[in-house]
């Protein structure tokens, strides 16, 4: 089992930033890919970021590339997304999972096997 926990959720106005954290605790490993997902209301959950076990690989959604950046501690079991200059439809509730079969990043829902109970994030135009 792995437990996932996340914080840094909030509401900031537009072109601000946010930096999201993910706690992992239990049957923890470097290699396990994990990856940022987002649902707003209304929608579809969505891939945002993922980074590779240990951390050589990221992988974004175009429309945060060069806005949000993902990254890991495999010292402190905690992965972060640095989220600049952000926009109102960045506004959803944000979840953080792993995949502890692939060291890879997949960009599906169904490759996570262990999600945490998400944070929100609120952007005022």
């Known amino acids: 089992q792995v437990q996932l926990v996340e914080s840094g959720g909030g509401l900031v106005q537009a072109g601000g930033s946010l930096r999201l954290s993910c706690a992992a605790s239990g049957r923890t490993s470097v290699r396990y890919a994990v990856a940022w997902f987002r649902q707003a209301p209304g929608k579809e959950r969505e891939f945002v970021a993922g980074?590779?076990?240990?951390?050589?690989?990221?992988r974004y959604r175009d429309a945060v590339k060069g806005r949000f950046t993902i990254s890991r501690d495999n010292a402190k079991n905690t992965v972060y997304l640095q989220m600049n200059s952000l926009k109102p439809e960045d506004t959803a509730d944000y979840y953080c999972?792993?995949?502890?079969?692939?060291?890879?990043?997949?960009?599906?829902?169904?490759?996570?096997?262990?999600w945490g109970q998400g944070t929100q994030v609120t952007v005022s135009s």
């Open positions: 980074i590779s076990g240990i951390g050589s690989t990221t």
């Open positions: 999972a792993a995949d502890t079969d692939r060291g890879y990043v997949s960009l599906g829902l169904s490759a996570y096997d262990y």
